[in-house]
């Protein structure tokens, strides 16, 4: 049979009918937001190229932390930005340094009722920018490296982190994270692995919000944007090495990444909606070249129905809301 016995258009004439049809929701428990948390501030500070995104203070986070939960959200990842930096990054692992006393913060202000994560690498904390120690020569020291994740894992560990997310792309991160952990107690912690992270350019507006000192790139440990079967090959090492969630950063222009992904393990599958794709919206909206709100959402349906069950996105609160409203 054909048209005119078969008329598809039924399903989509009442906004009842299509809710009721509809093959891929977002839920605002699978989304999670980032937050930026800024040594020293007594106020919260707007970031020009993430309109709507702030650096917090510390009294602000705790707020924020409590709206996001009020919202629904499912998990809140921080970012700390300290005041100084050193060349090994000692104030991602000092119990005292902003990320790890951030991380005290939120879990004494909303305890269980989001996944508090914080983000685990090196960047915003070494005066070069750069995810890991350097050589003399300066190069990124992957083993070396992995012993300051290993460090680090522990101290946001010690401060009540409910899930790490080491992000620097080092061979070998995952294991090292899990058995630091796991050697200190912290058996209960979880991993969500960067598996999948692109040297892309996309990331321009992330290093205003986090201050980053860096000089050059980082194509020598984050992945070629060409490829896509190194990406499984990466995702398969840090099941391997026991990452409890994989992700893949960025989003949208990796679909089809997230897609083969989702295929390939039996693990949740995470996407980051980074920081360039947010601002690309943000500032066609104001231009008034597009419905900011509709595209949010569309957006967000398009990176689950590639096969992203956890989405980071910085709209996860206005998100939330609308979701609601929508379903």
């Known amino acids: 049979m054909s048209y005119p016995e078969i008329r598809p258009r039924r399903l989509r004439r009442t906004p009842a ?4 049809v509809s093959e891929t929701r977002v839920d605002p428990a699978e989304l999670v937001v980032p937050m930026f948390v800024k040594e020293g501030l007594t106020e919260p500070r707007a970031i020009g190229s993430l309109p709507g995104v702030l650096q917090h203070s510390r009294d602000s986070l705790r707020k924020a932390a409590v709206e ?6 499912g998990g809140i990842m ?3 930005v300290p005041e100084q930096r050193d060349p090994t990054g000692s104030g991602g692992i000092d119990p005292d340094g902003i990320l790890n006393v951030a991380i005290r913060d939120v879990v004494a202000e909303v305890g269980d009722a989001t996944v508090v994560m914080s983000d685990l690498c090196l960047d ?3 005066s070069h920018g750069h995810c890991g120690l350097l050589t003399p020569d300066g190069e990124v020291d992957n083993d070396a490296t992995l012993g300051a994740y290993a460090e680090m894992a522990v101290a946001q560990a010690a401060a009540g982190v409910g899930m790490v997310g080491p992000s620097g792309m080092m061979d070998g991160q995952v294991g090292v994270v899990r058995r630091a952990l796991d050697d200190a107690g912290y058996q209960h912690v979880s991993v969500l692995a960067y598996a999948v992270k692109y040297a892309s350019a996309f990331y321009g507006p992330f290093r205003e919000a986090v201050e980053s000192a860096l000089e050059g790139d980082r194509r020598t440990y984050q992945q070629d944007p060409a490829n896509l079967r190194e990406s499984l090959r990466e995702v398969a090492l840090d099941v391997a090495e026991g990452a409890d969630l994989v992700m893949v950063k960025p989003a949208l222009p990796y679909l089809d990444v997230v897609s083969a992904v989702r295929a390939a393990v039996d693990v949740p599958v995470a996407a980051y909606q980074v920081s360039g794709e947010y601002a690309m919206v943000e500032a066609a909206a104001a231009n008034g070249w597009i419905d900011r709100e509709r595209v949010m959402l569309e957006t967000l349906t398009s990176i689950k129905r590639a096969g992203a069950q ?3 996105t910085y709209w996860a609160v206005e998100a939330a809301g609308l979701l609601r409203e929508r379903y």
């Not at 009918?17 to 009721?20: N, S, T």
């Not at 996001?68 to 959200?73: K, M, T, Y």
Request: charge should be positive; hydrophobic fraction near 65%.
């Open 124 to 126: 915003e904390f070494t």
């Open 78 to 80: 921080l970012f700390g």
């Open 310 to 312: 956890v989405i980071l």
């Open 68 to 73: 996001a939960v009020q919202a629904g959200v």
């Open 17 to 20: 009918i299509r809710r009721l």
